[in-house]
Nanobody, 127 residues
């Protein structure tokens, strides 16, 4: 949890955009897939998006496909561009790194594949 730091959260109007960033603080994740999860109050943490260690492939939850874009900037940082935000996107967004190099439809949502977590950043979509 202390190895990754999320920034960029805030309050935005419905239909607006935000860009989240995740930076490694004490180490790099050269060969690790990285991803984003989110958790709303009273809800279970859910998978949002992931990008492979090379940055060459990505996978998205159906809830955000077409609206969010995950990018692997380098071994130390990734971003999540969030467009057309909806009130239901309101949650704490967590950055994560995997012990594996990539994931897809079969395993991105498998929590056992993610073993590094950030503190989270609040995203609120409201009028």
């Amino acid at each position: 949890q202390g190895e990754l730091v999320e920034t960029g959260g805030g309050l935005v109007l419905p239909g607006g955009s935000l860009r989240l960033s995740c930076a490694a603080s004490g180490r790099t994740f050269v060969t690790n897939a990285m991803g984003w999860f989110r958790q709303a109050p009273g809800k279970e943490r859910e998978f949002v998006a992931a990008v492979s260690w090379t940055g060459g492939s990505s996978f998205y939850s159906d809830l955000v496909k077409g609206r969010f874009t995950i990018t692997r900037e380098n071994a130390n940082m990734m971003t999540l561009q969030m467009n057309s935000l909806k009130p239901e996107d309101t949650a704490v967004y967590y950055c994560s790194a995997s012990q594996y190099g990539s994931c897809g439809a079969d395993d991105c949502s498998d929590s056992t594949r993610w073993n590094h977590w950030g503190q989270g950043t609040q995203v609120t979509v409201s009028s």
